[in-house]
């Protein structure tokens, strides 16, 4: 049986993490979302999320990330990677579908190039 949970280890929490990944990783821009990525080929692929105020109230911000999170979980993930998703300012209007179809499509460019 597969896990389907998102558990601890399989986020990115800290500032200094995002940091790290801001700083010296990769940025693909999509429609929906920026996707900073850093390869850490010793651990498990990690997600940070990052939604601003410009995305709107916190209800808004909050179904963002749930979809991030739920596409994120549910697609088979590269191994070795840090990855943190910002999301733009028209990501509100976009359905599960959209942002799951961005983020595939961003995941496997990631896990293809070099920061």
Same mark, same amino acid.
């Given at each position: 049986?597969?896990?389907?949970?998102?558990?601890?280890?399989?986020?990115?929490?800290?500032?200094?993490?995002?940091?790290?990944?801001?700083?010296?990783?990769?940025? =693909?821009?999509? +429609?929906?979302?920026? %996707?900073?990525?850093?390869? !850490?080929?010793? $651990?498990?692929?990690?997600? #940070?999320?990052?939604?601003?105020?410009?995305?709107?109230?916190?209800?808004?911000?909050?179904?963002?990330?749930?979809?991030?999170?739920?596409?994120?979980? =549910?697609?088979? +993930?590269?191994?070795? %990677?840090?990855?943190?998703? !910002?999301?733009? $300012?028209?990501?509100?209007? #976009?359905?599960?579908?959209?942002?799951?179809?961005?983020?595939?499509?961003?995941?496997?460019?990631?896990?293809?190039?070099?920061?």
């Amino acid at each position: 049986m597969t896990d389907l949970g998102f558990p601890p280890h399989r986020r990115l929490k800290r500032r200094s993490e995002f940091k790290k990944v801001y700083e010296t990783g990769g940025k =693909l821009i999509g +429609r929906h979302l920026v %996707l900073f990525f850093l390869p !850490n080929p010793d $651990a498990p692929t990690r997600l #940070g999320i990052t939604a601003t105020r410009k995305n709107g109230s916190a209800t808004v911000r909050n179904r963002l990330k749930r979809l991030a999170r739920e596409s994120f979980r =549910l697609r088979p +993930r590269p191994d070795g %990677l840090s990855v943190v998703v !910002n999301f733009r $300012a028209g990501a509100p209007d #976009g359905s599960f579908d959209e942002i799951r179809t961005d983020l595939d499509r961003l995941l496997e460019r990631a896990a293809k190039r070099e920061p």
